[in-house]
């Protein structure tokens, strides 16, 4: 049975992507560092819900984690094995897999939201603000799955729907 604890640490996974996504195409282009730090704290709250569905269950975890990777596509399935992989490189070795990409969008679309408003040293406009053609610099995070460049939040958004996946085996 999935115990309110493993719902928890779902929920806490959620969180850390939520905050992972509001870093994403932000002109603040000093937040590379802080999109690693919710990186790694996804990575363990999200790894940690099968840890405890395992404590919790031991019975019949390992029965139904095999039944859960066996049902999943091929895609997701290579996602859940790098993503783990990912979470012990971060824990064990200090390590996280995301890199910055910068992405000059049209200065007319971008978000100045009030936590995204600290403009005054981070944002690159080009040629000029006032000119129709000006861009500012946005962070775009990615990570390489396969030797391929995938979006960081697209990544973590398959692995936790694989994980509600396993959640479920375990619902009453």
């Known amino acids: 049975m999935a115990t309110d604890l493993a719902r928890q640490k779902y929920r806490e996974a959620s969180f850390f992507l939520s905050e992972m996504a509001k870093r994403e195409g932000s002109p603040r282009l000093d937040q590379e560092e802080e999109f690693g730090y919710l990186l790694s704290a996804f990575l363990s709250a999200a790894r940690s819900i099968s840890f405890v569905l395992r404590r919790e269950n031991p019975l019949s975890y390992e029965v139904q984690s095999q039944e859960w990777l066996g049902g999943l596509d091929g895609s997701t399935r290579i996602v859940v094995d790098f993503m783990r992989d990912q979470r012990n490189a971060a824990l064990k070795e200090g390590v996280v897999a995301s890199e910055r990409n910068i992405e000059q969008i049209p200065a007319s679309i971008a978000d ?24 500012i610099a946005v962070s775009r995070y990615v990570l390489k799955l396969g030797g391929m460049e995938r979006p960081a939040l697209q990544v973590c958004r398959d692995y936790l729907a694989a994980l509600e996946l396993l959640v479920a085996r375990f619902q009453a």
């Open 112 to 135: 100045r939201s009030s936590d995204r408003s600290h403009f005054s040293t981070t944002v690159i406009v080009q040629p000029y603000f006032f000119d129709e053609a000006a861009t």
